[in-house]
């Protein structure tokens, strides 16, 4: 028998697990934390050194189109 037996082959079935299942347990979990808790500490780490040039924020953005159409809008030459 391995560390899980289902038992789909009785009537009525069930599910076992092992004496050494335990094993398992004592494997994974701590493997499972150290890589969720490096992987949140490298997103944290890589995130922070990121410069973010420009605040996307709605009324940033509205401000900036304003500022490009006005410096597009020069003085203009009249028709002769």
Same mark, same amino acid.
């Given at each position: 028998?391995?560390?899980?037996? *289902?038992?789909?082959?009785?009537?009525? @079935?069930?599910? /076992? =697990?092992?004496?050494?299942?335990?094993?398992?347990?004592?494997?994974?979990?701590?493997?499972?934390?150290?890589?969720?808790?490096?992987? *949140?500490?490298?997103?944290?780490?890589? @995130?922070?050194? /990121? =410069?973010?040039?420009?605040?996307?924020?709605?009324?940033?953005?509205?401000?900036?189109?304003?500022?490009?159409?006005?410096?597009?809008?020069?003085?203009?030459?009249?028709?002769?």
């Amino acid at each position: 028998m391995g560390f899980f037996n *289902f038992n789909q082959d009785r009537p009525g @079935g069930g599910f /076992e =697990v092992s004496s050494q299942g335990w094993i398992y347990l004592v494997c994974t979990l701590p493997l499972t934390f150290v890589v969720l808790t490096s992987s *949140f500490v490298w997103m944290w780490w890589t @995130g922070t050194k /990121e =410069v973010k040039p420009f605040d996307y924020s709605a009324g940033q953005a509205l401000a900036q189109a304003a500022n490009v159409l006005m410096l597009g809008a020069g003085p203009r030459k009249e028709a002769v």
